[in-house]
């Protein structure tokens, strides 16, 4: 290789620049901004009534309101199938007991999507409410975290939180329907803003490599550095690519429960990755706080796990795609 081209790595490769989350580093902000547009705003407008979506759509579509949407519980996200929150029809009541964890917004939110097994000893059966954070019985805990701040993590507890068919999203029992379509559209939008933070992460990296100089050169002079920013740059490629193919089915109505999954898995495990190898061209200059470089692999060890982690994504290909 001529050294003295490697001297610089070239900085002409900002196809896509202007992707969400690159001029935003506040990406708890545009992770709650995402999970209340795809996990809530959307559920409700695929799902709701006519007189639901009166009620709530255009003040949620304007940002009016915040909603937060409640699935994963104390006992283990990971597992739908065993949801202890419970609804039960008392008269023309529906009493909902049980409490709610890793409600992305659910601090301030004015309105919360959540999740309850019927109860049904013969049948296990998901409904899925929309309840207001007045209704009495109910408390949200803000949950600190190590990144991602300002996304409003937060803790539901419901107990004894009555409210009427009304609010229920879809048809009573249809929840893990309601669940279904919802998580694979969030799955496969939610990820947009980590293109931009990538393409963030790449210029730092390559305007520090080429600025650095150790041991009488540019450390982008070292192949070790400049291969691991020309993984960066592939891996950011690749997300963009598998982020477009799934939004593309999405947005044709399509079913992309495995592309959705697969696109999840990359992008995330790939943000993981990039922040990393961000932090080893920056050195202690990477580590230490005053620079801020850190910040990206604390919010980049949030995607792994949220809208089902990368385990789950990879049982999700396996049981679709792999085993026939
Ligand atoms: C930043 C952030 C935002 C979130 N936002 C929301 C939200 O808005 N709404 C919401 O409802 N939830 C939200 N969550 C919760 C998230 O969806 C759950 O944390 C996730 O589904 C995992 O559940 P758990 O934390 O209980 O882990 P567990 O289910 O306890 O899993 C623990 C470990 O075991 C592994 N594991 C468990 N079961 C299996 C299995 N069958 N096969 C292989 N491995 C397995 C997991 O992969 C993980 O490594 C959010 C979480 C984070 C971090």
Redesign the pocket.
Known sequence: MNMAAAARISTKWSPCSKAPGYGCKRY?LL?AIN?HIF?SVETLYKAGSDEQKKRYLRKLATGEWVA????????????LGNMQTIARKVGDRWIINGK???????AGADLHVV?AKMDDPERYRLSCFLVEPGTPGMTVKPLP?T??HG?G?SEVTYENVAVTDENILGKPGSGSMVFQGSIERERACIFGFVLGAMQKELELAIEYANKRVVGGRAIAGYQAVAHRIADMKMRLDASRLLLYNVTALKSANKRAPIEAAVAKLFISESFVQNSLDLIRTFGGNGFITENGIHTFLNDA???I????????Q??IIAALGVRG
């Open positions: 708890g992770i999970a996990g937060a949407h409640s699935v994963t519980e104390p006992e283990g996200g990971s597992d709610k964890k890793y409600a992305t917004c659910g999740y975290a990144g991602l996304s993590l060890l949030g995607t796990i949220f809208s089902g982690t990368n385990d789950i990879r049982n």
